[in-house]
Structure formats: structure tokens, C-alpha cells
């Protein structure tokens, strides 16, 4: 088997276990990686032989991309004391910790390595944290705050990570440096986020066909985290801005087929890349039975203490920084979502599984220094991280459906229920309120005015029937069974028209062009109902 088999493996693996999870109740990036892990042991599978400064700008520009489509940035805005406490405080908290442990116990291992090890593996990975959480059905508030977490802390990670490695291959730090350093590395990522974000929604106005528009928010990503890395800026957060700012405003409320194949298109790139990036991370335990070859016992020990560092120090962080969060949120009636008791505050702690990210970044360890000798303890460094990434993601993931049922952890149905019936009623009366500007302008018959008033109001019925009364209710219920039954023949028609179709296109003389053509205009009738 050569690579692009390898890939191709990766890549329907991606596909079949979403569904297989879904059946077993498992989370697909854990299985992903499972899977690579057992082609790791194949005798006749290769070595996964990827630069690693190119993992970083390949996966994590689509997968931020794609994440970011599932917020907003008002979720941001009113969570940005949690997102802080968990996205830069406990990142720093577990660089600490993880640097004074691992230095006292590996030996020959410097201050700043030590500390580039405590950055790699701090930062929970965004995509696992959404892919687990997102199915378990937790409350949305859980789900927000692991989102901001995951998106924010690898800018944090990152950049430690970067000014711990400069300082161990050269040998000197400077404490102001590395603080301007990171200053101007979020300021660069700012700058280049909202250039790029500004200048890609002017592009996208221009091009106005959906495919092409597609095909630009694909780049848009990596041109984004590779310009910001240019000027030394951080490329993850020079995505993260240029996604939230797209989000925000370059949406046309009225493009309908161009929204629906855009989700579709990124649903597609968020399951592809994250099924090949979790079971690259499998697949990568080849290096790590490299480095631990004849050291077996020791580097297994030395493993099991950091793992039980990153994970204690998540927990001992978490407790007192949520019940903080919600004293403060009490105090002062802020719109911010936090964990609302201890079980909610375990289960976010359960999910900090290390992912991409820390693979990335252990396998971008220098081989030397600056004076040519080798970099101390990498070996001992890349097992450590590894053992970190596969306990915390394969372990915390195989058990986490198990925990959340056993807390009795649910989602918030009641405040999802009332959401929607706020914006069903909000849509009947934006609905209602354009009908009546229409009314004045043009000369409606009083049997139309009538009854669009009444679809003025089924459309916020259909989003939440609590918006009506019971009676009301039943009436509603009765017509929406009369639209399913047309709706219903209707589709069998359209079904008959496009067999006809796609029939004529086999026949001699028929233009493929043209019967395409009236093929899509069928689909779009059919789409739209």
C-alpha cells in the first residue's frame, strides 16, 4: 500500500464511520482514530509521511472554517469570561503544570522544552470537542462554550508553543520579547482577519454565482491562515476572524439554493478532512514506537503522569472557574451561557480531548538546535504527547456517552422550545407587516389578501404549533395534512417528469446540455416545493 491508497483509505473511512458511530453511539473522529491505529500495527501499511509544518495549514483552516459556521459572534461576545477563563487562563495554567512536572521527571530536559511540551498538549481540540459534544445531545450553553474553548485555545497554545521552541533552540529567552511577540501576533491575525474577511465578501457580491462563491470560501481559509503566518501573525486566529465576519455579513438572507449548497459543500469538507486528520493521529503511532524503542517501562510511566497532570489540572481548574463564572453571571444578569451545576462542570471537563492540534505541533519538534546538537528529550517528548492525545481522546471519548447519560445530562428542551416559539411569532409578524406594505401599494383582491394573511401566520405555526391556541392548532393541523398530500403527488409528478428526463438523455440526438438544463429547473421546482 503506497500513500495516496493510504489517503484514499483515510478518506472512505471518513464517510462510513459517521453512521457506524451514530449506530453505536460513538463519537466518528474516536473511531477514526481507532481505525488508524490498527493500520498503524499492519506490517504492510506505510509510514504517514507528511511535513509537519504542512499539517497545521491543511487541516485546521477548513476545520476552524467549518466550525465557525455553527456560531456566532454574538455567542462570542457574550461568552467571553468563560471563553477566557478556559481558552487562555487553563492553557497557561496546564503549560505551567505539565513544564514543572515533566521537567522534574524527564531528564535532560530544559525549561523551555519542557514548556513547548506543557503548550502542545494544553489545548483541547476544537473539532473532537464539537464532533462529541454536538451528538450527545448536551444543553447548547455546554456545547457554546466547548466551541470557543476549542476555537481560541489553540491560538493561545500555539503561540506559547512557538516562543518555547525558539527559546530551547537557541538557548536564550527574553520575557519582554515573547510578550511582544504575542501581542503582535494577534494584532497581525486581527489585521489580516478582517482585510481578508472585507475583501472576500466584496469578491463574493461580484462573482454572485453560488458555485463560484463556494469555491471562494473554500480558499478564503487557508489564505487567511497563510497570510497571517507571513507576517508572523497567528493563523488560526486570522481564521477564526475572517469566518465570524463573513458569517456576520456576507449573508443574502434571499439566496436560498446558494445557502443550502454552501451547508451541504462544508458538511461534506468538515466530515472528509476531520475523519483524515483523526486517523492521521492513529496512524502516527508509528513515530511513537520509534521513540520509545527499548524504553518501554520508563516512557509508559513517565506518560501516565503527565496524562493524570493535564486531566487533574482540567478538573481542578474548571470547578472553581465555573462556580466563579456563575456567581458573577448571578451578580450581574449577563447573557452568557455557563455550566449551571457540577454535572454539567464534569462533562466539560471529560471533553478537554487533545486532537489535531497537539499531533501538528509534536511532530513539528525540531530534530537540532541552533549549534547543531540534537534537540533534548524529542523522543521523550513526542511519546508524552501522544499518550496525552490518545488517553484523552480515545478513553474520555469511548466513556463520555457514558458519563453524560449517568450525570442525566440533557439538553435544555423547555428554553429550545421557547426560542422558537419567540421566532415563529417574530416571523408571522415580519411576514404579516411586509403584506400590509404590499397591500398599500398594489390592488389585492379580498379573497388573496385573506389568504395570504393566513400563510402569514402558518409560516410561524409550521416553526412552533405552542404559538397558537388548541383550537386554532387543529385547523392548522388539518390544512398542513391538505399541503402534505399535495406536496406528496406533487413530488410523485416531478418524480415521473425527471425519469422522463434523465430517459431522453440516452436517446439519439438528445443534447446533454439542454436535457441538464431542464433537469435542474425540475430539481429546483422540486426543492423549493
Do not use: C
Not at 478564503?220 to 488560526?236: C, D, I, M, R
Not at 484523552?392 to 422558537?420: F, I, M
Not at 412552533?464 to 399535495?486: F, G, K, L, Y
Request: proline residues 6%; aromatic residues 6%.
Amino acid at each position: 500500500m503506497d500513500q495516496l491508497a493510504l489517503l484514499f483509505v483515510l478518506l472512505i473511512g471518513a464517510v462510513v464511520t459517521v453512521p457506524l458511530g451514530d449506530r453505536l453511539g460513538l463519537p466518528s473522529p474516536v473511531l477514526m482514530t481507532l481505525g488508524g491505529i490498527v493500520l498503524a500495527l499492519l506490517p504492510f501499511v506505510p509510514n504517514v509521511d507528511i511535513p509537519p509544518e504542512f499539517i497545521l495549514p491543511l487541516v485546521l483552516p477548513p476545520l476552524l472554517y467549518a466550525s465557525v459556521q455553527r456560531t456566532s459572534w454574538r455567542q462570542f461576545a457574550a461568552n467571553l469570561r468563560p471563553i477566557f477563563l478556559l481558552a487562555v487562563a487553563l492553557v497557561f495554567v496546564t503549560t505551567a503544570a505539565v513544564a514543572a512536572v515533566a521537567g522534574a521527571i524527564v531528564p535532560g530536559l530544559p525549561i523551555a522544552a519542557a514548556v513547548a511540551l506543557g503548550a502542545l498538549v494544553a489545548p483541547p481540540d476544537p473539532v473532537a470537542a464539537t464532533a462529541v459534544a454536538g451528538s450527545l445531545g448536551l444543553p447548547r450553553r455546554l456545547v457554546s462554550i466547548l466551541e470557543g474553548e476549542g476555537l481560541f485555545n489553540d491560538v493561545t497554545a500555539i503561540v506559547l508553543y512557538h516562543v518555547a521552541i525558539a527559546a530551547a533552540v537557541s538557548g536564550s529567552f527574553s520575557l519582554p520579547r515573547a510578550v511582544a511577540e504575542l501581542v503582535l501576533s494577534a494584532v497581525v491575525a486581527l489585521a489580516v482577519g478582517l482585510a481578508l474577511g472585507w475583501a472576500a465578501k466584496k469578491l463574493l457580491d461580484v462573482l454572485g454565482d453560488a458555485t463560484l462563491q463556494i469555491g471562494l470560501t473554500l480558499l478564503v481559509p487557508f489564505v487567511s491562515y497563510v497570510l497571517a503566518e507571513e507576517f508572523k501573525g497567528s493563523g488560526v486566529l486570522a481564521v477564526l476572524v475572517t469566518a465570524l465576519f463573513l458569517a456576520e455579513y456576507a449573508t443574502d438572507p434571499d439566496d436560498v439554493l446558494g445557502r443550502l449548497a454552501g451547508h451541504t459543500f462544508w458538511e461534506v469538507v468538515d466530515t472528509l478532512v476531520t475523519g483524515v486528520a483523526f486517523g492521521l493521529i492513529g496512524l502516527e503511532l508509528h513515530t511513537v514506537f520509534h521513540a520509545a524503542s527499548g524504553r518501554w517501562h520508563e516512557m509508559l510511566g513517565t506518560g501516565a503522569v503527565v496524562v493524570a497532570v493535564v486531566i487533574g489540572v482540567r478538573l481542578l481548574w474548571l470547578l472553581p472557574a465555573a462556580w466563579l463564572a456563575k456567581k458573577l453571571h448571578r451578580r450581574r444578569d449577563l447573557d452568557e451561557e455557563i455550566p449551571m451545576s457540577w454535572r454539567e462542570t464534569v462533562v466539560m471537563w471529560w471533553s478537554g480531548m487533545r486532537g489535531v492540534a497537539s499531533v501538528a505541533l509534536a511532530l513539528a519538534i525540531p530534530l537540532r538546535t541552533d549549534d547543531g546538537s540534537p534537540f533534548p528529550a524529542r523522543d521523550e517528548m513526542l511519546f508524552i504527547a501522544f499518550a496525552v492525545i490518545v488517553a484523552t481522546l480515545v478513553v474520555q471519548g469511548l466513556t463520555l456517552p457514558w458519563l453524560v447519560k449517568r450525570l442525566g445530562v440533557e439538553p435544555d428542551a423547555d428554553a429550545e422550545r421557547e426560542l422558537s416559539r419567540r421566532l415563529a411569532v417574530r416571523v408571522a409578524k415580519a411576514a404579516k407587516r411586509r403584506l400590509k406594505e404590499i397591500e398599500q401599494d398594489e390592488d389585492l383582491p379580498e379573497d388573496l389578501v385573506e389568504q395570504l394573511h393566513r400563510r402569514a401566520y402558518e409560516v410561524g405555526a409550521r416553526i412552533s404549533p405552542d404559538m397558537v391556541d388548541e383550537e386554532r392548532r387543529e385547523a392548522h393541523a388539518q390544512r398542513v395534512e391538505r399541503i402534505r398530500t399535495v406536496q406528496r403527488i406533487q413530488n410523485e409528478m416531478l418524480s415521473a417528469a425527471r425519469h422522463e428526463v434523465l430517459a431522453a438523455r440516452s436517446e439519439p440526438g438528445a443534447d446533454p446540455e439542454v436535457v441538464d438544463r431542464v433537469l435542474r429547473q425540475l430539481d429546483v421546482r422540486s426543492l423549493r416545493g
